[in-house]
């Protein structure tokens, strides 16, 4: 589908190594993006994938090693970014981390940690991203927020606050940067297969699987598929929406 | 006299009249400059300029010959 090609773009997805970001890189590259792969500290990794990308879908690639929790490193990202592409079309803004902690038990580090990587990372690749989306004359960002951001959940009051802001700031940055052609959305997955749901202990898993209307657990791909189509043309005309990716999911 | 740049990129995107007193232009002091056009400026700055500026840049950049001075720190002589 021709709305669907992303040739001559460049795109950045933040924590993309890996899970959804991983996906999301390579469907934005099997579309002819030239993606720029982003790791939190291992260049090495991020090369490698963007190795990979240009290897099965012949698309130039890019690798940044960034910390989405450190506004220093973003800032000088954005000039590396500037100096090598010139440009950006697309930011993904994937970059997240899961930390639970009940009410009463949520140390100051916790609150820090989680709100720096999933709130005050998206805003400071936003604002620099939108810098250099408005000199061509518009782009896409895509922002990752969550079920936990929309509708909340026990033991995570922090990461909830965390996901609802990053809606906030799609509202917000929507209304504000459409007069510049730059379109910002949120997709919101429910629960997807990948290193960071690994991790939740068996009984409560199943708990939220039987809470799924479809029955079982996303992919990854799934989840990138709703982002392609945000990045692209075929979303011409939306901004400001948050699109559920969550099988029918209650919580 | 050669034209100068920078004077002519803020001219051109802010609009200004024929004549300004380069000396005493500042941000907000003038109708012209305004939160809206800051940003406009900055983007057609480094546009000509071919750099980016930083967020500090950005909000540092509260007169003409603080855009110069900015401009310098990044290499150029403007
Ligand atoms: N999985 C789900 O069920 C689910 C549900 C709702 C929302 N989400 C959201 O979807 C996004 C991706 O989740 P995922 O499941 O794919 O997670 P994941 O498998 O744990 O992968 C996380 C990715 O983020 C990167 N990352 C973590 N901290 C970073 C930092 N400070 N700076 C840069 N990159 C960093 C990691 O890079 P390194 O390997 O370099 O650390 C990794 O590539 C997150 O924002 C998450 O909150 C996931």
């Known amino acids: 589908m021709t709305g669907l090609r992303l040739d001559g773009r460049v795109a950045l997805v933040t924590g993309s190594t890996r899970g959804i970001g991983w996906c999301t890189a390579r469907a934005l590259a099997a579309h002819g993006a030239t993606v720029i792969v982003n790791s939190r500290a291992d260049a090495e990794a991020a090369k490698a994938r963007a190795a990979e990308l240009t290897e099965a879908h012949c698309v130039p690639a890019d690798a940044l090693a960034c910390d989405a929790a450190d506004p220093e490193q973003i800032r000088e990202a954005y000039r590396r970014i500037f100096g090598t592409h010139r440009r950006l079309d697309i930011l993904v803004n994937n970059a997240g981390i899961l930390e639970d902690a009940l009410i009463g038990m949520i140390s100051d580090d916790l609150v820090e940690r989680v709100l720096r990587v999933n709130t005050f990372g998206p805003l400071h690749h936003l604002q620099a991203a939108a810098r250099l989306m408005r000199r061509h004359g518009g782009g896409a960002i895509v922002n990752l927020t969550s079920i936990i951001g929309t509708h909340g959940n026990v033991g995570q009051a922090v990461y909830g606050s965390a996901k609802a802001a990053v809606v906030g700031l799609t509202r917000s940055a929507a209304k504000e940067l459409a007069p510049h052609g730059i379109r910002v959305n949120a997709v919101a997955p429910g629960l997807i297969d990948t290193d960071m749901t690994r991790g939740i202990p068996p009984e409560r898993y199943r708990e939220l699987v039987d809470g799924i209307g479809m029955g079982r657990v996303g992919t990854p791909e799934q989840v990138a598929n709703a982002v392609l189509f945000l990045a692209g043309d075929l979303a011409a005309y939306i901004t400001g929406q948050v699109l559920g990716v969550d099988g029918g999911m209650r919580i | ?78």
């Open chain 2, 1 to 78: 006299m050669a034209v100068d740049k920078l004077q002519t990129v803020f001219s051109e995107t802010l609009g200004l009249p024929a004549e300004v007193d380069w000396s005493a232009l500042a941000y907000r002091k003038v109708p012209e400059w305004d939160s809206v056009a800051h940003m406009q400026l900055v983007g057609e700055i480094e546009e000509a300029f071919g750099v980016m500026l930083d967020t500090a840049d950005v909000l540092g950049m509260s007169s003409f010959a603080a855009a110069r001075d900015i401009l310098s720190k990044h290499g150029v002589a403007a």
